[in-house]
């Protein structure tokens, strides 16, 4: 059978998602837990994979069993065995023709940075900071020019392992409480590293460094070299995983924001 589950978790001590002989990433960690619980090996499969330092506030995941349990047990049993930092949300059995990441048609992420003189320190780790002020309409204007369908090329890592660098970005707001600035973004699927690289260039037109026309400049000319550096990863957060509703997990992706 098939398994859905639902995860919230605070990258700060992980070393990213993906499985690594060390044994310290959020995968080997939820593997070890749900084995316990399956009395079996679980190999898990993510609807997208996070650095080091990412968080998630609605990560989904998927596995295989060939032993029946109680939802409660794939979420409060797991739990049990998970560390403070990790957390299954719920859980649901689904078709096996479901996959986590291919059956994906949206994700969304959210990137909250700290815009004041001061570096933070209760929001450390789970932030990221910039000392300069930033004028927000100046970046709202550069933002516009991403919607849409794209080769995100110039905002794409080098170890991007996606077959294309064509992805459709049908959301990027920009809003703000006091000294947080919440970058809000929805895409078809993302590249790695894209949406810090996306903030990273919008924090320059911000502060001035850039013109607004700079950012589509970038754009259109497909080269990692010419954009902002890579921007810290302690505020991004994955933020859920859109499915068509024929998988039955709709009312379950409400995810909690940070």
Known sequence: MRIALGLEYDGQLFRGWQSQREGVTVQDTLERALSQIAAEPVRVVAAGRTDAGVHASMQVVHFDTKNQRPDSAWVRGVNACLPASLSVLWSRQVNEQFHARFSARGRRYRYVLINHPVRP??????????????????MRQAASCLI????????????????SPVKQLTQLDITVDRHLIYFDLRADAFLHHMVRNIVGCLVYVGK????????????????????????????????????EAHWGLNDLLQGRGP
Do not use: I, M
Request: aromatic share 12%.
């Open 148 to 163: 849409g369908t794209h080769d995100f090329s110039a905002f794409r890592a080098a170890e991007c392992q996606a077959k």
């Open 208 to 243: 001035g460094r850039y013109p607004v026309e700079w950012l589509q400049q970038v754009l259109l000319g497909l080269d990692r070299s010419k954009a902002a550096p890579t921007f810290a990863p302690d505020g991004l957060y994955l933020c859920g995983v859109e499915y």
């Open 121 to 138: 320190a209760l929001l450390h780790g789970r932030a990221g900071w910039c000392h300069n002020p930033l004028d927000l309409a100046l």
